[in-house]
Nanobody, 125 residues
Framework: QVQLVESGGGLVQAWGSLRLFCAAS????????MGWFRQAPGKEREFVAG????????RYVDSVKGRFTISRDDAKSTLSLQMNSPKPDDTAVYYC??????????????????WGQGTQVTVSS
């Protein structure tokens, strides 16, 4: 079992920058593929970015490509999401998620087994 705690959310101006963090504890962090999801008011939760177990592969939703970067530091059991040039449409609660990924180096857009509590990101225009 892994426990996930997000941090770094807050209020940011459009075209500024913000970095989200997800601290993992419990089971070996390197066993998991990781992802970031978000949920805006009145909308369903959506996949934002994912990274494979080894960090060798990443994937993004089209709306954030070129602006957001997902990364992981296995030595610190930490996942990050660098948000550059955020837009008001990026306003949402952002969730960190983990999926056991033994024997593969895939990026997953769904099927995650463990979730954090979320951190609010508000982008002002």
């Amino acid at each position: 079992q892994v426990q996930l705690v997000e941090s770094g959310g807050g209020l940011v101006q459009a075209w500024g920058s913000l970095r989200l963090f997800c601290a993992a504890s419990g089971r070996t962090f390197s066993s998991y593929a990781m992802g970031w999801f978000r949920q805006a008011p009145g909308k369903e939760r959506e996949f934002v970015a994912g990274i494979s177990r080894t960090g060798g592969s990443t994937r993004y939703v089209d709306s954030v490509k070129g602006r957001f970067t997902i990364s992981r530091d296995d030595a610190k059991s930490t996942l990050s999401l660098q948000m550059n040039s955020p837009k008001p449409d990026d306003t949402a609660v952002y969730y960190c998620a983990a999926k056991v990924s033994y024997g593969s180096d895939w990026v997953f857009t769904g099927g995650y087994e463990h979730w954090g509590q979320g951190t609010q990101v508000t982008v002002s225009s």
